[in-house]
C-alpha cells in the first residue's frame, strides 16, 4: 500500500494508459498501417479508402479515388460498400480516431480486411502524399 501512496501519479498513468488498450481492442479499430503501408495497399490491391471525416473537412481535401462516409452517416452508406467486403478497407479520418471507430463498425458488418490509416489525412499529407477536393 505504501508503493501505490508513494507512486499515485505512475499508477494512475498505467491504469489510464490499460484502460486506453482495452478500449481499442473492445470497439474494434482494425489493424493500424502507416501511410507506407497504405499505399503499398492502395498499389498492389486496390485498396478502397473510405473517408469518415465531416463534409466540410472532406471538402478541404481528401485522398484521391477516396469514398466519403462521415462517421455518423457510416451505417447508411454500408449498402453502397458491400462489394468490398472481401477486399481491403482503408478507413481514414483527420487524426485515427473516429476512423478506428468506423474500422469496427465495419468489422461488425462483416468487412474482413480493413485497416485503420494511423495519423490520418494529416499524417498523409505530413508524408507529403497528394490530396484532392474533386469528387
Not at 497504405?38 to 463534409?55: F, H, K, S
Not at 473537412?57 to 485522398?63: A, D, L, M, Q, V
Not at 481514414?92 to 478506428?100: D, K, L, P, T, Y
Amino acid at each position: 500500500m505504501d508503493f501505490v501512496q508513494q507512486n499515485l501519479i505512475w499508477v494512475i498513468a498505467a491504469a489510464v494508459s490499460g484502460g486506453m488498450l482495452i478500449s481499442s481492442l473492445i470497439r474494434g479499430g482494425g489493424k493500424g498501417i502507416s501511410v507506407a503501408e497504405a499505399t503499398l495497399l492502395i498499389n498492389r490491391e486496390n485498396a478502397l479508402v473510405v473517408d469518415v471525416r465531416e463534409t466540410s473537412e472532406w471538402s478541404t481535401g481528401h485522398i484521391p479515388n477516396a469514398r466519403h462516409a462521415a462517421f455518423g452517416q457510416l451505417a447508411k452508406h454500408l449498402s453502397e460498400l458491400e462489394k468490398y467486403k472481401e477486399k481491403p478497407v482503408i478507413v481514414c479520418c483527420a487524426s485515427g480516431n473516429r476512423s478506428a471507430n468506423a474500422c469496427g463498425t465495419l468489422q461488425r458488418a462483416g468487412f474482413t480486411r480493413v485497416f485503420n490509416l494511423s495519423g490520418g489525412i494529416n499524417a498523409w499529407t505530413s508524408a507529403g502524399l497528394p490530396v484532392t477536393a474533386k469528387g
